[in-house]
Each structure stands twice: as C-alpha cells, then as structure tokens.
T-cell receptor, first 112, second 115 residues
C-alpha cells in the first residue's frame, strides 16, 4: 500500500526567504504525487501534482516541487515566502488502483 | 477545474440526532467519491469509498452502521452520521474522482459539532 511521510510538523521561515516543505513517499509502481494547502476551517486547495514528465513541477501561488525518484521525495519549494503562505500543507500519493493517502501535514509559519 | 460542493458547511446538533452531509460534483460525473475525516491539527483519514450504484467500502475501524453512505447518482454522495455523539465532532471532507487518470477534487468540508 502506498504511504507518504512529512518529517516536519512545523516549518518556520522569514518572509522573503526560500521555503522547503519535505515529503517522501512509498508506492508500488509509478506514483501520482500531490501537494495541497489548507487554511483554517477550510477544505483542501490543490497546489500542484506530478503525474509524468518533467521532474520539476510548477504550481499555484509560485510553489514548485521536485520529483526525485531515487530519493522517493517530492519536496515543496518556493523561492520567496509570503506571510500569506502560512497554512497547513499536505503531501499526498496515490497509484492508479488506490485512493489517495495523505501525510500528517506540515504547518508553515512565515514571519514578517 | 472541476468543482465539488458540500452542504452544509457547518452544522451543530444535539447528541443522539442524525446529520446528513451532501457532496456534489457540480460539473462532472463521478463514479467514485471518497469521504475523509480530519481531527484538529491532524491529517485527513479516509473513512470510506463511495461507488455509484453499489455499497460503500469502509476503512478498517469505521462503523458502517454509524456512518451511512449513499451514492445515489453520478453527482451526489451523502454521508449520514447516525446517533451522533460529541466524539463524532470533526471536519468531514469529500472528494470526487473525475475522468482518467482519476484525479481527485475536494469539497470545502463540513464542520460537525455535536453538543
């Protein structure tokens, strides 16, 4: 069965600095990888996905993620963080046969 | 992109009552919908997979008699929390699968508070 791990519960960065939110996955076969963001008391908002193709995926709000097959990672990145990026971020993985499995989430706090 | 709605967005009920939550795919047909539950500061946990025209598949530890799921049409799935108790208070999120390769689109969630 597929699984995903987000090793950091909390990430703190200063506004304007680059940010990275880590994600590693385990899946049999080719993975479909996703990043979602959740603001308080709201549903999930899609940021980006990797299905196939270029390992560097660009998504919404200036976020990008790099698929690294050898390290089974899909870290989320942004060159310059904004205070408004502060939220809960979920990495998710699924294959063609199964539902989506989510990581535990990483709370990103961007300080002015 | 595809839109999934949930109704209601927020509900408060008394212990022992039943609550129905609707999940609709607004601009696409979804043969499969998923129901998730999220506790405060935790990740989403899959509760069940809802397939149109057949019985839902429940994850281990989820009581099917307590969380009734009906996928009556290709655009509507309902989750009924029967005889709700305070420990059922949570954020419930549905998602619907649209076309190949089966990308999931998520509803905005329903906050259930059981007094």
């Amino acid at each position: 069965a597929q699984s995903v791990a987000q090793p950091e519960d909390q990430v703190n960065v200063a506004e304007g600095n680059p940010l990275t939110v880590k994600c590693t996955y385990s899946v049999s076969g080719n993975p479909y990888l996703f990043w979602y963001v959740q603001y308080p008391n709201r549903g999930l908002q899609f940021l980006l996905k990797y299905i196939t193709g270029d390992n560097l995926v660009k998504g919404s709000y200036g976020f990008e993620a790099e698929f690294n097959k050898s390290q089974t990672s899909f870290h989320l990145k942004k060159p310059s963080a904004l205070v408004s990026d502060s939220a809960l971020y979920f990495c998710a993985v699924r294959d063609m046969l199964n539902d989506m499995r989510f990581g535990a989430g990483t709370r990103l706090t961007v300080k002015p | 992109g595809a839109v999934v709605s949930q109704h209601p967005s927020r509900v408060i009920c008394k212990s022992g009552t039943s609550v129905k939550i609707e999940c609709r795919s607004l601009d696409f047909q979804a043969t499969t919908m998923f129901w998730y539950r999220q506790f405060p500061k935790q990740s989403l946990m899959l509760m069940a997979t809802s397939n149109e025209g057949s019985k839902a598949t429940y994850e281990q530890g989820v009581e099917k008699d307590k969380f009734l799921i009906n996928h009556a049409s290709l655009t509507l799935s309902t989750l009924t929390v029967t005889s709700a108790h305070p420990e059922d208070s949570s954020f419930y999120i549905c998602s619907a699968v649209a076309g190949p390769p089966g990308e999931q689109f998520f509803g905005p969630g329903t906050r259930l508070t059981v007094l």
